[in-house]
């Protein structure tokens, strides 16, 4: 839960945390995972812990979200679409500038090693657009 | 006032400011001597990402994020959870937890974890599964201690040259605690490991949207039954005296000293012994080095093909110049004192040395308390660069198993087992 002056924003964020509960594969009656914050780009709060009480269950509140801004251009959506799906576009921003070569061979190693669902002209349009924006000759941001 | 550097006149110090408009009267404001306000170089934001060079930074250059029960610390990614710590908590031997970095592969990692249904499994080949509640495993075995270094494969991956995918972590993906908990030899020992088991599994509540069986599925790691670092791996339900934070493994985290952190399964939940190797992606695939010297190679190698990989296991020795931070100019013939940990996977830090003139000479520091074999050592030098000028001070330690650190780069294409000695560079100016 967060700061009490942000209740309503913070039960819209525990009502969107619980739908990727329920959409996330990991719904064990031990644990919740996998809840995130709706907080938009470069906006990072302060977390307070939730309300304590003498029963067994321990909790966080959500984990930050602070999705990066991607350089604008053709297959912007597709990137931010079909990579977020498992992890923010922070994967993108935190590498250094890769060669065009190392981004395809990481768009394939999501799709062949980690059974990312996309489609074949979706991947060769989200390798472009990284090879576009995010390589030594060519990244700005 | 009477100017403070020799040499520059106040008449030629204001001509400067004037040419450059704007900093005469920021001088002003702050109440500056223009002629020291001249010498200012202009302050330069960190950019956002490092490279195609090395990261010239000890730590990563991600903004600074706050996350649930820790403290603001360095965002590597948002989702899943990968945090580095800043570099002044390590100028003592034990991290605090709430400094502790965090590095999760899936997105799905708790929130909330209910005790009353939460069991920590021991299952697969054995005569008599288990299933224990914290308060079980906190009352029915007898709790142990032990300090040991968890620090992430790919710590300091962004001084790999050339560049790596990959989580690009500064020196910063480490910390050391006092982990108390378990022995895993006793969890195995109340299941009994039958006859023909090879491996033993650990699973924690670690898991991604991925299909089953592929490795964005779920987290999962294996040790030989063979290996001997069993007989010292713990599973520990306190860290510093206290619970785990849920971003690093509450209720209960495998503690494996002097190995690499991809050992050390956060959320514990699942310990499964084997009857046949461990095949899954985690194993198989991730966290592999190359079987060479020091685990390196390099990209043409790798091209070709043919590198014999295996799966990563100790830590090899390293040692840190923490303080001072860099920014740091010395005024010759002050005494200052150099402060740092070391620490070695495999075994006792038995000498840690530095150098003065970029690691031509050496001398030895001297060793703060011995917390035991797998902890950070602290280590200080005093030093009093006596002639003004530029001096790289360089450091590097020694285990008790004759590993010395080298001055040369490690690469693989995982960007791991980078230990390659530290060095930072001060500038001595004149104190008259």
Known sequence: MRLARNSGPSLLRLLAGALLVVAGSAAFAQFHSGSYSSTKADTIEQTVSPLTSSDANYSVSPFASVAPKLAEGE????????????????YITMQPPLPAATWEAEVNKMIKTFAAPIPEATAKKITSYLQTHYTPETRKQ | MEPL?????????????????????????????????????????????????????????????????????????????????????????????????????????PNRVDLAEWKLKIEGNVNKPLALSLSELMEKFKPVSIAAVNQCSGNSRSRFQPRVPGGQWGNGAMGNAMWTGVRLRDLLDAAGVKQGSVQVQFQGLETGPGPKGSGSNVFLKSLELTDPVLDEAVVAYLMNGEPIPMLNGFPARLVVPGYFATYWMKCLTWIRVL???????????????????????????????????????????????????????????????????????????????ISEDGAKSWREAQMGEDHGAYSFRTWEARWTPKTPGNYTVAVRAADEK???????????????????????EFAVGRAD
């Open chain 1, 75 to 90: 297959g912007l959506a597709e990137t931010e679409t079909f990579c977020a799906t498992c992890h923010s576009t922070r």
């Open chain 2, 275 to 353: 009857s046949a190797a461990d095949e899954n992606f985690w194993m198989k695939t991730g966290y592999r080095v190359p079987e060479t010297p020091r685990g390196s190679t390099t990209p043409e190698a790798m091209k070709a093909g043919g590198v014999k990989t295996v799966p990563i296991t100790r830590m090899p020795v390293r040692s840190f110049l923490v303080s001072p931070d860099v920014g740091s100019k010395m005024p010759a013939g002050m005494s200052i004192t150099l402060r740092g940990i070391a620490f070695s996977g495999y075994g006792k830090i038995v000498k840690v040395e």
């Open chain 2, 402 to 424: 004759g590993n010395v650190q080298p001055d040369e780069p490690v690469w693989n294409p995982g960007g791991y087992l980078w230990n390659k000695i530290e060095k930072q």
């Open chain 2, 5 to 109: 550097r020799r040499g520059v006149s106040r008449r030629n110090a204001l001509k400067l400011l004037s040419a450059v408009g704007g900093g005469l009267a920021i001088a002003r404001c702050f109440g500056a001597d223009p002629a020291v306000a001249q010498e200012m170089p202009p302050s330069k934001a960190i950019e956002p990402f490092t490279g195609p060079g090395q990261n010239p930074h000890w730590n990563s250059v991600g903004p600074y994020v706050s996350e649930p029960q820790k403290a603001p610390l360095i965002l590597l990614t948002d989702r899943p959870v990968q945090l580095e710590t800043p570099r002044s908590y390590f100028q003592t031997a034990f991290t605090p937890n709430d400094a502790f970095y965090v590095r999760w592969h899936l997105s799905e990692i």
